[in-house]
């Protein structure tokens, strides 16, 4: 368990690394190693992620310090700061379906290269790649995702890096967690090897190299809906 995750991340990273970082919105994503990332300053970094958070929260954060050179992510519409460095030049972005991406990221992790789908076939999305026919039917080639390092957020770690997750918080995290080379996953519990029945284990420990205690912070809320409760009769 490591007690710094700046200095961690300093160690790993170098300047135009590949990150993939878990999460969905806000749920569920690695805040703590997030702004590790920002601590360490290493720039022209490519990120993959669902999302790329809000303006300063998740993600947002490396927006902002200007670490990012380009994203490869199926929806970046609550980050203004985003749209403004797309628009200005600043920002590659390779935009990829939800169901794709995640399984890209699984693809990655299974040692799988190249898969073909008929999501996104003759739209901008599959334009220049590989198409084949499959039973009379058009699907395009998306390519495996292997990150120079993942940065996932679990609910329960044992000391051999086993991982279990908490509801949704769930989301692009397990996938996330084989797609790198490197893993460091954040939790916020850690327990004893073997006190995590095998059962429950989501993410085995073969694919995390570290993990690092998350410190309790109030967990943000990218968009809070509320109704009235009904009067009681």
């Known amino acids: 368990m490591h007690t710094d995750s700046a200095q961690l991340l300093g160690r790993l990273l170098t300047d135009g690394a590949t990150i993939a970082v878990g999460g969905f919105g806000l749920s569920g994503i690695p805040t703590g190693l997030i702004e590790a990332v920002r601590e360490t300053g ?38 203004r700061l985003f749209a403004e460095q797309y628009l200005a030049g600043n920002l590659q972005v390779e935009f990829t379906p939800q169901g794709t991406l995640a399984e890209r990221l699984r693809a990655g992790g299974a040692g799988i290269p190249a898969f073909y789908t008929k999501t996104g076939v003759g739209t901008m999305i599959a334009e220049g790649k590989p198409h ?42 397990p996938v996330v967690a ?5 893993t460091v ?17 989501v993410t085995p420990a073969v694919y995390v190299q570290h993990i690092v ?14 109704r009235p409760r009904p009067a009681l009769v």
């Open 42 to 79: 290493i720039k022209n970094l490519t990120i993959v992620s669902n999302n790329m958070g809000v303006d300063g929260k998740g993600l947002g954060v490396l927006i902002e310090s200007g670490q990012v050179g380009r994203v490869i992510a199926s929806y970046v519409g609550e980050n």
């Open 132 to 173: 084949a026919e499959f039973n009379g039917e058009t699907y395009v080639q998306e390519r495996g995702i292997v990150a120079d390092i993942a940065l996932v957020r679990a609910h329960i770690a044992d000391t051999e890096g086993n991982l279990t997750y908490r509801y949704t918080a769930r989301n692009f995290n």
């Open 178 to 182: 084989t797609a790198g080379r490197v």
């Open 185 to 201: 996953a954040e939790v916020e519990q850690i327990v004893q090897a073997g006190e995590i029945h095998p059962d429950h284990v």
């Open 213 to 226: 205690q998350a410190r309790e912070r109030i967990k943000d809320i990218e968009q809070l809906m509320v």
